[in-house]
């Protein structure tokens, strides 16, 4: 009887975070999307060489990090993927709009200093933890977004 | 100070190198943070308390790998990068480093 209420409250557990955390991800590239467009005109590009550097006024070094996890039942979809080989979607899309947010919070930063461009952006990520105890799994990842913001002379 | 993860500071000339300078920090994260972590990590989304306390590390790097330059003499970093490893499973080190140079 113990073992089947167990089961029970994880499926009630894996609904609600199936749905909660679909709320959470539509409402996110939502954000992400908006956001995007407020910042069109700051480009971040990767090349070092931007401009030709007499119009250069001030350089300031910028970064936006972002923490984030997938849902519950997104991980156990993953899990069941991760058997038989093959695109994890579910991580895919995870990752892409931690990364255009990390670019965001960035361009954010680089908006506050007064730059026209950011250049040389690099992205960085890094696995914070696992899903089980065995250290195993997927987990909360972090990624950064860093690169130099310049200003120009107009 | 100046930091750039440009080869050069834009618009300055670099007049003398001092070599690679670095600095790091390792952060535990604490139990107040933990538990609502462990709570969001079942709906999924950003976890803030570990954006926030990541952000502030990042800085302490740069603030270490700072002063390390400025003992050389130092006026710019330059080249910076940026690395993270997570040591345990209930911390992690930040790393900040790059070339200690001299500008005109």
């Known amino acids: 009887m113990g073992s089947f209420m167990q089961l029970i409250f994880t499926a009630v557990l894996l609904v609600v975070a199936f749905f909660v955390g679909t709320t959470i991800e539509k409402k996110h590239y939502k954000a992400v999307k908006e956001k995007e467009e407020e910042f069109a005109d700051l480009p971040a590009i990767s090349s070092k060489k931007v401009v030709d550097l007499n119009k250069i006024v001030n350089t300031k070094l910028v970064s936006g990090c972002i923490v984030i996890s997938n849902d519950a039942f997104k991980k156990l979809v993953a899990q069941v993927y991760n058997i038989f080989g093959g695109r994890i979607s579910v991580y895919e899309t995870l990752l892409d709009r931690a990364r255009r947010e990390a670019i965001i919070r960035m361009k954010q930063q680089a908006r506050t200093f007064g730059a026209d461009v950011v250049a040389n952006t690099r992205f960085e990520t890094s696995r914070l933890g696992a899903t089980n105890n065995r250290g195993k799994g997927m987990g909360v990842f972090e990624i950064l977004a860093y690169g130099t913001a310049i200003k120009l002379s107009k | ?104």
């Open chain 2, 1 to 104: 100070m100046i930091y750039s993860n440009l080869d050069c500071i834009p618009g300055k000339e670099t007049v003398e190198h001092y070599g690679i300078v670095q600095g790091s920090t390792v952060r535990a994260r604490n139990i107040g943070v933990d538990c609502l972590a462990g709570c969001k990590n079942t709906i999924g989304g950003e976890i803030k308390g570990y954006s926030k306390l990541l952000e502030d590390s990042r800085k302490e790097a740069l603030e270490r790998m700072g002063q390390q330059a400025m003992q050389l003499g130092a006026d710019a970093v330059i080249n910076v990068r940026f690395s993270t490893a997570a040591i345990t499973a209930g911390a992690a080190e930040i790393l900040a480093y790059g070339t200690a140079v001299k500008t005109r």
